[in-house]
């Protein structure tokens, strides 16, 4: 249980464009997803909290008009790169936190990742 | 604000070599600590929980309160224990004044790659 899928698994584009990656909780609900941004042997760099129905929540840095997030269920968060340009390429991974009845704490199951390369 | 700090960025060690990754942590409150793994090309995966003092993959951590450490060690080191590993506080959810409910965020340590050679 608790598998978290990302789509694509990679992706290259052009400079201008935009891309949409999806997180998906296959087996639990979650109200509650992050995305993360990791460069190549760095630990993982919290970009922003996606709340199921309100807004998410940045970190200080990440531009919110360049990665948009939408969180219109509770098993699907999306982050979209909008024009995107060669230094946002990275490795973009998503996590998810299950539903908690009455528990204080709990951790988070990790998409594999999604690989975007900007030409 | 829960922080933890992995003061190696790499560590080598020998195959069957004792290994202890370090971690300590600086926040108030009862401390709640996790190990995840992230191996070549996986996903990053849960390794161990403080509350549930399990131990996964021969691995073992001890909350020390006096020391403010939750260090992740291994008696004898394999080479499919070279991987990434991350020390990190749990999410933490919390209640806000009008009855919501908000969460909190992970926040991981550097993480420190291991390299175990044969």
């Known amino acids: 249980g608790a598998v978290v899928s990302q789509h694509p698994s990679w992706v290259i584009c052009k400079s201008g464009t935009s891309v949409k990656i999806e997180c998906r909780s296959l087996d639990f609900q979650a109200t509650t997803m992050f995305w993360y941004r990791q460069f190549p042997k760095q630990s993982l760099m919290l970009m922003a909290t996606?709340?199921?129905?309100?807004?998410?929540?940045?970190e200080q840095g990440v531009e919110k008009d360049k990665f948009l997030i939408n969180h219109a269920s509770l098993t699907l968060s999306t982050l979209t790169v909008t024009s995107a340009h060669p230094e946002d390429s990275s490795f973009y991974i998503c996590?998810?936190?299950?539903?908690?009845?009455?528990?204080?704490?709990?951790?988070?199951?990790f998409g594999p990742g999604t690989r975007l390369t900007v030409l | 604000a829960q922080r933890v700090t992995q003061p190696e960025k790499l560590l080598s060690v020998f195959k069957g070599a004792p290994v202890e990754l370090k971690c300590n942590y600086s926040y108030s409150g009862s401390p709640e600590l996790f190990w995840y793994v992230q191996y070549s090309r996986q996903r990053l995966q849960l390794l161990l929980r403080?509350?549930s003092r399990e131990s996964i993959k021969g691995f073992t951590a001890d909350l020390n309160k006096g020391e403010t450490s939750f260090h992740l060690k291994k008696p004898f080191a394999q080479e499919e224990d070279s991987a990434m590993y991350y020390c990190a506080p749990p999410s933490t959810l919390t209640k806000s004044n009008a009855g919501g409910t908000s969460y909190g965020k992970l926040t991981f340590g550097q993480g420190t790659i291991l390299t175990v050679h044969p």
């Open positions: 996590s998810a936190l299950t539903e908690l009845p009455s528990a204080y704490t709990d951790t988070q199951y």
């Open positions: 403080h509350i």
């Open positions: 996606s709340n199921e129905g309100s807004k998410a929540t940045y």
